[in-house]
């Protein structure tokens, strides 16, 4: 009689690779983990994409997930329980384990699902260090183009391993603008002109759905700035760290009844608070 051997599920691959990183890495560094994971997160969710997707809605029909962010979210979130024990982790998912040491992972191994899940190559893994001072360093990584973006306050952003160069000062009019509003937010009077006011400076405009790779994009100068409200950790502190370590500053600001994140060089952001605040 012949045995058929049966074909791990997806839940089993990930345990197995996560105990395998683990073994292979017991002294890595806070830096050297963060762009390993997003590194891995992001290609196993490409692949993983290849195989066909099982999406969900959560909170409307632009509001999705897909197991690969659930699985995607377990492998780091195991890792960092093995590598990283006493830390906390919280996860757009539902990962959460509360912090011994004061410091905490901020985890989104696919940021941009609909576009994920929708084929479009604009859409990464990302993840933040934070503790007492605030965030400690970011990560994003962009599968289709293999970027890594990496930096925090001992850190200087870099992409693939090379130093961008620091922002330098220039306001709207110079500048394009990565952003995103909701059709609910558009519908909605005092938010749309609070976009507006913004919006209406800068000399192009640009809305692509990911808001770690826009923020990182802003950190390398390839946006001019970014801009968007009530926004989720996960989505705000990676690119945060890079645009900060970038030279730049990342700011929340309150105007027409919600919170705006603002980012990109310091010049522009002040104008951008001068606008929202006006």
């Not at 999406?55 to 999705?64: E, R, Y």
């Not at 982790?89 to 011994?100: P, T, W």
């Not at 390839?222 to 996960?234: E, I, K, P």
Request: hydrophobic share 40%; proline share 4%.
């Amino acid at each position: 009689m012949v045995r058929m051997s049966r074909e791990p599920n997806l839940a089993e691959m990930i345990d197995a690779f996560a105990k395998t990183f683990t073994a292979a890495h017991p002294d890595i560094t806070d830096a050297h983990l963060a762009q390993k994971l997003v590194f891995n997160a992001g290609r196993l969710a490409w692949r993983n994409r290849e195989q066909g997707l099982e999406v969900d809605q959560k909170t409307s029909v632009s509001d999705v997930v897909t197991q690969a962010d659930r699985a995607m979210e377990h492998f780091v979130a195991t890792v960092l329980e093995n590598l990283r024990p006493d830390d906390g982790i919280v996860g757009e998912e539902g990962a959460a384990r509360e912090s011994k040491s004061g410091r905490q992972w901020v985890i989104d191994p696919v940021d941009g699902t609909y576009n994920f899940s929708s084929g479009s190559d604009y859409w990464c893994s990302a993840l933040a260090l934070t503790d007492a001072q605030g965030v400690n360093l970011g990560a994003v990584h962009r599968p289709a183009m293999g970027y890594t973006w990496f930096g925090g306050r001992d850190h200087a952003t870099t992409l693939d391993g090379r130093e961008v160069e620091k922002l330098t000062p220039a306001g709207p009019e110079t500048l394009s603008l990565a952003t995103y509003l909701h059709p609910s937010s558009i519908a909605d009077d005092d938010v749309r002109a609070a976009w507006q006011k913004v919006a209406g400076q800068f000399a192009t405009v640009r809305m692509l759905g990911a808001g770690s790779v826009d923020l990182a994009s802003v950190a390398c100068g390839t946006w001019g700035a970014w801009m968007q409200h009530s926004v989720a950790d996960w989505d705000w502190f990676p690119g945060k760290a890079l645009v900060e370590a970038a030279g730049g500053a990342a700011r929340k600001v309150t105007a027409g009844g919600v919170e705006w994140c603002i980012a990109g060089n310091p010049q522009v952001v002040d104008r951008m608070e001068e606008l929202l605040d006006g």
